[in-house]
């Protein structure tokens, strides 16, 4: 298990991709493969950040890193009061379709082997399937 725990500010996103890089090398995670796990940590770091826990450097953001037989689970906690993935907007409405933001799960989803929300949306888990280069 690998584990990285920071405050909840956004200048720490950073972080993210520096633990990243440590573990795509360990597991010599192919070049196809990674923009997707960063670009989906990302998402997902940056609304725990904003959305979980509103900024607030009081909180911690979580995240988790299990690999077995070439699939990596992540999970990234937020400490926030958490949300219900079902009720969101759908970012392809014609009402926002043109605003810059609100595509995070979307993404995700559409990126991630599986993704699940649990702990009432304060945990996103996220699997990757890989190969070894």
């Known amino acids: 298990m690998h584990k990285l725990v920071f405050n909840s500010e956004p200048e720490s996103i950073h972080l993210l991709k520096d633990w990243l890089d440590v573990l795509a090398a360990k597991y010599n995670i192919c070049e196809e493969l990674y923009p997707d796990i960063l670009i989906s940590l990302t998402e997902a770091v940056n609304n725990a950040i904003h959305h979980g826990n509103k900024c607030d450097a ?67 888990e996220m699997t990757f399937k890989f190969k070894s280069v």
């Open 58 to 124: 009081n909180k911690r953001i979580m995240l988790v890193c299990n690999v077995k037989k070439h699939k990596m689970k992540f999970k990234v906690m937020d400490e926030g009061e958490g949300f219900n993935e079902k009720k969101l907007p759908d970012p392809l409405s014609s009402e926002r379709i043109t605003l810059e933001n609100g595509r995070g799960v979307m993404i995700m989803k559409n990126l991630a082997h599986e993704i699940r929300f649990k702990k009432h949306g304060t945990m996103v």
